[in-house]
């Protein structure tokens, strides 16, 4: 189980039968519920009219009409008192408010409950095994004993009025003989004031008649339907396709997904091995094309890595023979010096040359740091017309040839820019040494502040910066071949620097042409606030 597919396959599974088993518990107790909606709705009206015929007996009449319709019905009928009932307050409720109750007595008996009379609290029980053909047949003789007591006219309208009245769960019909769909033995055993059970017109339900005495009318009774619970076999088949279908539906989707990352998981593998050029589809906007995203870029980014570190690797080797053979040189010679002003003169050699070597060493520390990732930034609030101020007292001093001059366009907003204070001053001042450099007479640093970034242009009147050379100027160790030499200093680290640091505060570096000096203006430009 070492795998996150099968945890995955085991955990929905789980899910699943989970869900099933929920399902058919929902499913008994919705049967329950039908059920016991069945039983009130065939046992109300009966049960409802035999109280209300009870409410105006005495005890003596009441004896009477229970014995009869005991014999009836086939059931014994009590009267007991609603405080020797074992009832709920819900139930006691519902038999105020005149409903016939139905409760499950035990496995197969249901015990039925009709209040008779409330100032006496008299209630009307029996106990049922279930709902039989004669219960059928003792309601039709119940309503039929309504009915002889109205004008013949007005015996449907009656029908309908007790049906309403007493919550009959199932059709009352009257129907004339000569009209009612039944063949010649049926209506002659109707005319003996027999009872006729005959099946519904769908063949699934069954239909009770009994001809009213003394009339034409025939009462129907119907369709009486039996209530179906759901079958358990069927609904655990049904249960096991619905699992069948949706595990192999879950295969399918997980497959797809085990797939892609099994991709992903052979180019790394690629990758650890030292193939940086492998890279894989990164299709749709999911999570695993994200990944896959994230890995070709990380890819790309070690590739970029690894050809720097082999042209830093390069660079570096050329760029610290000239002061190490230098220096070996100068040692040749401090051993022939033949009096103490060549000595001084080779040790003061020696001592530039390691100077030369400590300034190199540190320039590729700090653009390795910059160029490997995110640098620590500890980004705070840098008055940036301050700082350039700063860079320009620090640097003016060295080339007094050269007018620094700093301006301020912000109108007072670039007093609290988000920025890391110690990069932030490597990089003005490496473009404003860089600019020194290269100037005739003149350096211009302005600061501005334009739709929400901070802009700063250091603008020179040298030679300026041919337009094919403008974005290789800020590759690593690069020199131009123009005035812009090794005979004016530097290591072609200092451009680059500059690029990595505004990288790293989400802004860019770019170079064109001054409009006011003629020279080279490099633009620093990056977000006030960082988000």
Not at 14 to 29: E, F
Not at 64 to 87: H, K, M, S, Y
Not at 106 to 134: A, F, H, K, N, P
Not at 249 to 265: N, S
């Given at each position: 189980?070492?795998?996150?597919?099968?945890?995955?396959?085991?955990?929905?599974?789980?899910?699943?039968?989970?869900?099933?088993?929920?399902?058919?518990?929902?499913?008994?107790?919705?049967?329950?519920?039908?059920?016991?909606?069945?039983?009130?709705?065939?046992?109300?009206?009966?049960?409802?009219?035999?109280?209300?015929?009870?409410?105006?007996?005495?005890?003596?009449?009441?004896?009477?009409?229970?014995?009869?319709?005991?014999?009836?019905?086939?059931?014994?009928?009590?009267?007991?008192?609603?405080?020797?009932?074992?009832?709920?307050?819900?139930?006691?409720?519902?038999?105020?408010?005149?409903?016939?109750?139905?409760?499950?007595?035990?496995?197969?008996?249901?015990?039925?409950?009709?209040?008779?009379?409330?100032?006496?609290?008299?209630?009307?029980?029996?106990?049922?095994?279930?709902?039989?053909?004669?219960?059928?047949?003792?309601?039709?003789?119940?309503?039929?004993?309504?009915?002889?007591?109205?004008?013949?006219?007005?015996?449907?309208?009656?029908?309908?009025?007790?049906?309403?009245?007493?919550?009959?769960?199932?059709?009352?019909?009257?129907?004339?003989?000569?009209?009612?769909?039944?063949?010649?033995?049926?209506?002659?055993?109707?005319?003996?004031?027999?009872?006729?059970?005959?099946?519904?017109?769908?063949?699934?339900?069954?239909?009770?008649?009994?001809?009213?005495?003394?009339?034409?009318?025939?009462?129907?009774?119907?369709?009486?339907?039996?209530?179906?619970?759901?079958?358990?076999?069927?609904?655990?088949?049904?249960?096991?396709?619905?699992?069948?279908?949706?595990?192999?539906?879950?295969?399918?989707?997980?497959?797809q997904l085990e797939q892609r990352l099994m991709v992903l998981e052979a180019a790394a593998t690629q990758l650890t091995r030292g193939n940086l050029d492998v890279r894989v589809d990164a299709l749709g906007p999911d999570s695993v094309?994200?990944?896959?995203?994230?890995?070709?870029?990380?890819?790309?980014?070690?590739?970029?890595?690894?050809?720097?570190?082999?042209?830093?690797?390069?660079?570096?080797?050329?760029?610290?023979?000239?002061?190490?053979?230098?220096?070996?040189?100068?040692?040749?010679?401090?051993?022939?010096?033949?009096?103490?002003?060549?000595?001084?003169?080779?040790?003061?050699?020696?001592?530039?040359?390691?100077?030369?070597?400590?300034?190199?060493?540190?320039?590729?520390?700090?653009?390795?740091?910059?160029?490997?990732?995110?640098?620590?930034?500890?980004?705070?609030?840098?008055?940036?017309?301050?700082?350039?101020?700063?860079?320009?007292?620090?640097?003016?001093?060295?080339?007094?040839?050269?007018?620094?001059?700093?301006?301020?366009?912000?109108?007072?907003?670039?007093?609290?820019?988000?920025?890391?204070?110690?990069?932030?001053?490597?990089?003005?001042?490496?473009?404003?040494?860089?600019?020194?450099?290269?100037?005739?007479?003149?350096?211009?640093?302005?600061?501005?502040?334009?739709?929400?970034?901070?802009?700063?242009?250091?603008?020179?009147?040298?030679?300026?910066?041919?337009?094919?050379?403008?974005?290789?100027?800020?590759?690593?160790?690069?020199?131009?071949?123009?005035?812009?030499?090794?005979?004016?200093?530097?290591?072609?680290?200092?451009?680059?620097?500059?690029?990595?640091?505004?990288?790293?505060?989400n802004g860019r570096t770019r170079v064109g042409r001054s409009e006011a000096l003629g020279g080279a203006d490099f633009s620093l430009d990056w977000p006030v606030q960082r988000r």
């Amino acid at each position: 189980m070492n795998s996150i597919f099968l945890r995955i396959y085991g955990g929905m599974l789980l899910i699943l039968i989970t869900v099933s088993l929920l399902a058919l518990l929902s499913i008994r107790l919705i049967n329950d519920v039908r059920a016991e909606d069945y039983r009130e709705r065939i046992a109300s009206g009966t049960f409802r009219l035999m109280a209300d015929n009870l409410e105006p007996m005495d005890d003596a009449e009441r004896l009477r009409a229970l014995a009869a319709w005991t014999r009836l019905i086939g059931v014994p009928l009590q009267l007991n008192e609603l405080d020797d009932l074992d009832l709920d307050s819900s139930s006691w409720s519902r038999l105020i408010r005149g409903q016939v109750l139905v409760k499950q007595n035990g496995v197969e008996d249901v015990r039925v409950y009709s209040l008779v009379e409330l100032q006496s609290q008299m209630v009307l029980t029996t106990t049922i095994e279930r709902i039989t053909e004669q219960l059928g047949r003792a309601t039709l003789f119940l309503i039929a004993d309504e009915l002889v007591r109205a004008p013949e006219a007005d015996m449907p309208s009656r029908l309908q009025q007790l049906r309403r009245e007493k919550g009959f769960g199932y059709p009352l019909v009257l129907t004339r003989m000569n009209e009612a769909d039944l063949d010649t033995d049926q209506r002659r055993r109707l005319e003996e004031l027999d009872t006729l059970m005959t099946l519904g017109p769908d063949g699934d339900s069954i239909m009770l008649y009994m001809k009213v005495p003394d009339t034409e009318w025939v009462l129907s009774l119907g369709p009486l339907y039996q209530m179906k619970e759901f079958p358990a076999p069927m609904l655990l088949i049904v249960g096991v396709l619905v699992l069948t279908l949706s595990g192999l539906l879950i295969y399918l989707l997980v497959r797809q997904l085990e797939q892609r990352l099994m991709v992903l998981e052979a180019a790394a593998t690629q990758l650890t091995r030292g193939n940086l050029d492998v890279r894989v589809d990164a299709l749709g906007p999911d999570s695993v094309g994200r990944l896959a995203k994230a890995f070709n870029d990380m890819a790309s980014h070690l590739q970029r890595l690894m050809a720097i570190q082999r042209e830093m690797i390069g660079a570096v080797s050329h760029e610290l023979r000239t002061p190490i053979a230098r220096l070996r040189f100068g040692l040749e010679m401090v051993e022939t010096a033949d009096n103490e002003a060549d000595l001084n003169r080779y040790m003061q050699g020696m001592d530039g040359d390691l100077s030369e070597l400590d300034k190199l060493v540190d320039e590729i520390l700090t653009y390795a740091r910059l160029e490997q990732g995110a640098p620590a930034l500890n980004m705070v609030g840098v008055n940036v017309p301050a700082m350039v101020a700063q860079v320009v007292s620090e640097l003016g001093p060295l080339q007094q040839n050269i007018n620094l001059q700093a301006r301020d366009l912000s109108l007072g907003r670039a007093t609290r820019i988000d920025a890391e204070p110690r990069y932030l001053h490597r990089a003005i001042t490496n473009l404003v040494s860089n600019a020194q450099r290269h100037a005739s007479s003149q350096v211009r640093i302005s600061t501005r502040v334009v739709y929400g970034s901070c802009v700063i242009n250091v603008e020179d009147d040298g030679p300026g910066i041919a337009e094919e050379w403008r974005e290789r100027i800020f590759t690593p160790f690069l020199r131009l071949d123009d005035s812009r030499t090794r005979s004016s200093g530097g290591y072609g680290l200092g451009l680059s620097i500059v690029r990595r640091v505004i990288y790293w505060h989400n802004g860019r570096t770019r170079v064109g042409r001054s409009e006011a000096l003629g020279g080279a203006d490099f633009s620093l430009d990056w977000p006030v606030q960082r988000r």
